[in-house]
């Protein structure tokens, strides 16, 4: 394996370009947490930015923390879109509203964007208000914000009918059937169903996904219940688009896209080769120029908009950086989007479709110029295979040439702002504050073998089987340390890992191999066989289906090996670092058997449960306590760095034990 160091391109040489600047003035300082915790957030991606249907405004809802009261605030914003772009809040809409699929939740919140009506006089969103979502609409100038729908069940999305009559609404359960199935099972109990599973909850799983649509009449208020057959809402069909370049990868893991364009004889496929592969969005102002956004370089990392004449059939690049762009929508003749670099984070820039320039319109971090920046590097890597990663490199705020820092890996996601890697437990910034390299990873993703798969769930196993998947993510890894050692940059013995959901699988890969890592952080269990009967049983027959056996099958079956050998609670001589466990109430469970090993063999661990949270940790008072213990555990163990926790103060004798035992 080869790794090349890619010089900063376009965006990117401006971003590091102001960090450097930024390092001649005394007067600034460093991120710290409380400072990623401060940042407004937007609170969708693809459908972030409404456009006015007169093209002049823009809405969208951003979000900040409030640690004190343990919650978010949302803010419906209006943004016009000529000089000098004047914002202003419409309406506030409360706390979080979390994602749900058939009564189970991940952590992660719901994307809401709001719409404009189509007379352009009424902008519709969804509320959170103790607890519920519901559907409310505003004036466009901030006057007479009111709820439409949502007493009896939550709003899960909704659509303006096309002659702004009324809204029709996709409803959740009603709360009283679900407060009453709850309530009959705490009191006379309850039989499993296919969907009891006993690693998320010991209660019954209820869908409250599930309820009517519902058209609401916006002079009368009338409601009436819908069926499928009369919504009336289909979207419009788009003139430009992409979509999987074939059917026999409609449903493949990874496609390769192609970029079509509706004509009036059907749709036109572009057969140039920009057209093909990683795309990811198209636009036509007309039907001689299609505009497309796709990931392009060194696996995709940088993101290039481009133009595609349907007259004579070529592509033009209109600009290439790295960046990331989400939530682009067409005016005229620019792209306004959604923008984040790997130190700057997002906001609406408008991007000319004549040159590619770059023009910021709304910055709600604008006082981000105030800190002082690291230098950031990109690395890159391809396998034997030609499965291709790379990795941003954070330097140590204060670096000086000529000398050996610790280095904490962060994973397992590098793209646009680099905040806290996945799950926003590991804040990248404040450990370059601290004095330390972070290797941020991008992780590879095994295209061929997904090409070759006949479905998504298929690769997956196969890859997982096999060892091909683990072994990749591991060989790129330590192919990023062995540059940096040969470098000199790095000091081999001080070297931490974190990791959530995948990225936990990789760290507990790496903690058995030869490289010793002084200190680890992991956010979620690994893989364990306890999962299996932990999971439910529609969990365990459509995973049968696709090839999955039981831990306890023939001894020398494929997948019980599998179960076997991945299991690190099987390995645990082999694991010889301290782990900081920082793990979710529903995930701990299967964590039990590895916990359990270490502590009978003396290991250094500690453990943290977060009541209430999900694969990921959702309430910010979580989120920043989970934070401060992983950066405090890795100063302990790669800086030797004793740390008080005014809300434990036990805490630091039993740190300084292990530590002692160690």
């Not at 600034?28 to 407004?40: F, K, M, S, Y």
């Not at 090839?547 to 001894?555: A, R, Y």
């Amino acid at each position: 394996m080869s790794v090349t160091r890619l010089a900063p391109v376009l965006a990117f040489i401006a971003c590091v370009g102001a960090s450097m600047v930024a390092h001649a003035d005394s007067s600034l300082r460093g991120v710290e947490i409380d400072d990623l915790t401060d940042l407004t957030e937007f609170t969708a991606r693809e459908r972030a930015l409404s456009l006015s249907p007169d093209g002049e405004r823009a809405a969208f809802i951003t979000r900040t923390r409030d640690i004190e009261a343990d919650a978010f605030t949302h803010h419906v914003i209006v943004l016009d879109l000529n000089a000098p772009f004047r914002s202003r809040s419409v309406a506030e809409a409360g706390d979080i509203i979390l994602s749900s699929t058939a009564g189970r939740h991940s952590g992660a919140a719901i994307e809401r964007a709001p719409l404009w009506s189509p007379d352009g006089h009424w902008i519709a969103y969804l509320s959170e208000h103790a607890g519920r979502a519901e559907l409310w609409r505003v004036h466009a100038d901030g006057r007479g914000a009111q709820r439409v729908l949502g007493a009896d069940a939550d709003v899960r999305r909704f659509r303006w009918t096309e002659n702004g009559a009324a809204i029709i609404a996709v409803t959740g359960a009603e709360r009283h059937d679900l407060e009453a199935g709850l309530s009959r099972a705490r009191r006379l109990g309850f039989r499993p169903t296919d969907s009891f599973e006993p690693i998320y909850s010991l209660d019954p799983i209820l869908d409250d996904t599930i309820g009517p649509i519902i058209r609401v009449d916006m002079r009368t208020r009338a409601l009436r219940t819908l069926n499928s057959e009369e919504d009336d809402t289909t979207p419009t069909q788009e003139r430009a688009w992409v979509a999987p370049r074939d059917s026999a990868q409609a449903d493949a893991w990874l496609p390769e896209l192609a970029l079509y364009h509706r004509t009036q004889s059907g749709a036109r496929r572009c057969a140039q080769s920009a057209c093909q592969g990683r795309l990811l969005r198209a636009w036509a102002n007309n039907d001689a120029e299609i505009y497309l956004q796709r990931e392009t370089g060194h696996n995709g990392a940088l993101t290039e908009i481009a133009i595609w004449s349907t007259v004579d059939d070529r592509v033009q690049s209109l600009r290439i950086a790295e960046e990331r762009l989400q939530g682009c929508v067409l005016r005229q003749m620019a792209l306004i989007c959604l923008q984040d670099t790997a130190l700057q984070p997002q906001r609406v820039v408008a991007i000319s479709l004549d040159d590619g320039a770059l023009t910021s319109i709304y910055d709600p971090n604008s006082n981000w110029s105030g800190f002082l920046l690291p230098r950031v590097e990109r690395l890159d890597t391809i396998n034997a295979t030609g499965e291709a990663s790379f990795a941003h490199l954070v330097y140590p705020l204060s670096y000086e040439e000529d000398r050996r820092y610790p280095l904490v890996i962060v994973q397992y996601r590098s793209r646009g702002f680099l905040r806290a890697g996945v799950g926003g437990e590991y804040p990248i910034l404040p450990l370059s504050t601290r004095g330390y390299f972070v290797l941020s990873i991008e992780r590879p993703e095994p295209r061929l073998a997904a090409a070759a798969a006949m479905s998504p769930q298929r690769a997956l196993l196969e890859t997982a089987l096999d060892g091909s998947e683990s072994h990749m993510k591991v060989e790129a890894i330590e192919s990023f340390l062995n540059t940096l050692e040969a470098r000199g940059l790095i000091d081999p013995e001080r070297i931490g890992v974190t990791g959530m959901s995948d990225g936990a699988e990789t760290l507990f890969d790496l903690l058995r191999t030869e490289r010793r890592y002084a200190v680890a952080v992991t956010s979620t269990p690994p893989s364990d066989p306890s999962s299996w009967w932990l999971r439910s049983r529609a969990f365990r027959q459509g995973r049968g289906r696709d090839g999955l056996t039981p831990p306890w099958g023939d001894v020398d079956a494929p997948w019980t090996a599998w179960w076997r050998d991945g299991s690190a609670a099987n390995h645990v001589d082999r694991i010889r670092t301290p782990i900081l466990f920082n793990l979710s109430e529903t995930e701990v469970l299967s964590a039990l058997p590895l916990l359990v090993r270490l502590e009978e063999r003396g290991a250094p661990y500690d453990l943290y449960i977060y009541p209430g949270a999900y694969h990921s940790k959702w309430r910010p008072a979580q989120v920043r306590a989970a934070q401060l213990r992983a950066l405090d555990w890795i100063d302990l163990w790669l800086s030797s760095k004793d740390s008080d926790d005014a809300d434990e103060p036990e805490r630091h004798q039993r740190w300084t034990e292990l530590r002692r035992r160690r």
